[in-house]
């Protein structure tokens, strides 16, 4: 029998010999865990009944729990709790913490901390926090947090938070948080690491608002928006100063006026109520306007002082006229 072996608690003398010719270096605590480790792998540690207990190759490991590893074969995993990665038989470099956490898998490179946290997941390179967190999922490259997060999930590259979030969702590259309400998903934030986006309690991203393509957009509300101040990149309206700038004559302001019932290259309300209107866009339209009435506002200004140095003249002419009766 090699060396560096130890076999402490009820049963453990059966175990030695069960482990006599393979075992190097395991700490067997069994108390009352019969046939804890007795297949005979080497460098593991096991506590348990039956922990560990057809662990034949795989060494580094720690099986803490009643059944946990129980069909493990390979390496490097912590399995800590009752049944936790009972039947991950080929899966590696496993941290599984909570009763039947991982088991029923066969993934490697995951970390499940939860009661059935990746229960039936076979998947890989995902970490999941909570009671049942990715649970029956599949797909790897994940991050579940909170109690049933990302349950039933189909998909790779996700963050679900909160209470089973991202529950039952067939989603790559999402990043939700929500407390799911058992009857429809009520995500606080929604984003997609692909196209950058993201949403406030929003479930899905338009790709139009009315007539206007917003596909393209990144950022998406429903409900108010307070905000202390929003700064918006956009063009200015100065070209009305330029000279070759065309300004319409009030009789011709006028006549759209009464045709169309709005001002020119303003929207019409009922466009606005349909497609909504672009801040920026408007603000440049708003200042184009407010440029256009300080064009009227100068030259009205010209006219009454022509007009008031005319009528000067012509009471000057008066009070001549008068002088000389």
């Not at 970490?127 to 790897?140: K, P, R």
């Not at 990149?233 to 065309?246: G, L, M, Q, R």
């Amino acid at each position: 029998m090699k060396s560096k072996s130890l076999f402490i608690g009820l049963f453990g003398l059966s175990v030695l010999f069960a482990n006599a010719q393979n075992v190097q270096s395991n700490s067997l605590l069994t108390s009352g865990g019969l046939n804890a480790g007795s297949g005979g792998a080497g460098q593991n540690t096991y506590y348990g009944y039956e922990a560990g207990m057809t662990n034949t190759l795989g060494n580094h490991n720690t099986f803490i729990g009643n059944f946990s590893g129980k069909y493990n074969a390979n390496w490097g995993n912590t399995f800590l709790g009752s049944y936790a990665g009972q039947s991950n038989s080929s899966g590696f470099a496993n941290t599984f913490v909570g009763i039947a956490a991982g088991d029923e898998t066969n993934g490697h490179s995951n970390t499940y901390v939860g009661a059935y946290s990746g229960y039936l997941n076979n998947d890989t390179h995902s970490t999941f926090l909570g009671l049942e967190s990715g649970n029956n999922s599949s797909g790897g490259y994940n991050v579940y947090v909170g109690a049933g997060a990302g349950e039933g999930a189909i998909g790779e590259g996700n963050v679900f938070l909160g209470i089973r979030s991202g529950f039952s969702q067939t989603i790559d590259g999402a990043f939700i948080v929500e407390n799911y309400n058992y009857s429809q998903p009520n995500p606080l934030i929604k984003g997609e690491f692909a196209t950058g986006k993201v949403g406030i309690n929003v479930t899905d991203f338009p790709s139009t608002a009315g007539s206007v393509d917003v596909s393209g957009y990144k950022f998406f509300v429903k409900g108010g928006l307070l905000a202390e101040e929003i700064r918006v990149a956009t063009t200015w309206a100065d070209y009305v100063f330029e000279e070759s700038y065309k300004l319409p004559s009030l009789k011709e302001v006028e006549q759209h006026i009464a045709e169309k019932g709005h001002l020119m290259n303003v929207p019409s309300a009922k466009q606005v109520e349909q497609d909504g209107i672009s801040v920026g866009e408007m603000a440049k339209i708003q200042q184009e306007k407010i440029e256009e009435l300080t064009l009227y506002i100068i030259e009205q200004n010209k006219i009454n002082e022509k007009q008031a140095e005319e009528l000067k003249e012509l009471r000057e002419m008066v009070q001549s006229l008068a002088a000389k009766k």
